[in-house]
């Protein structure tokens, strides 16, 4: 993708944002601030999550082969 960035740069627009992350020398992804810091931590919320649910339910399983 990219064109509305590409134009909007080529008729001289910018973000707030990109002209912070130029600023700062980094690239496209890199640097969003707070959001990027919130997102990253839902998702590790979420791994972790995953991992307990896992867990969980391999414990369940054994109990329930233990009772059989």
Same mark, same amino acid.
Request: aromatic share 2%; proline share 0%.
């Given at each position: 993708g990219g064109k509305g960035r590409e134009k909007g740069i080529r008729e $001289?627009?910018?973000?707030? $944002?990109?002209?912070?992350r130029e600023r700062k020398g980094k690239r496209k992804s890199e640097g969003i601030g707070e959001r990027? $810091?919130?997102r990253k931590l839902e998702r590790a919320k979420g791994i972790k999550d995953?991992?307990?649910?896992?867990?969980?339910?391999?414990?369940?399983? $054994?109990?329930?082969?233990?009772?059989?």
């Amino acid at each position: 993708g990219g064109k509305g960035r590409e134009k909007g740069i080529r008729e $001289g627009r910018k973000s707030e $944002g990109l002209r912070e992350r130029e600023r700062k020398g980094k690239r496209k992804s890199e640097g969003i601030g707070e959001r990027e $810091g919130k997102r990253k931590l839902e998702r590790a919320k979420g791994i972790k999550d995953l991992i307990k649910r896992r867990f969980k339910e391999k414990r369940r399983e $054994g109990r329930e082969q233990r009772d059989a």
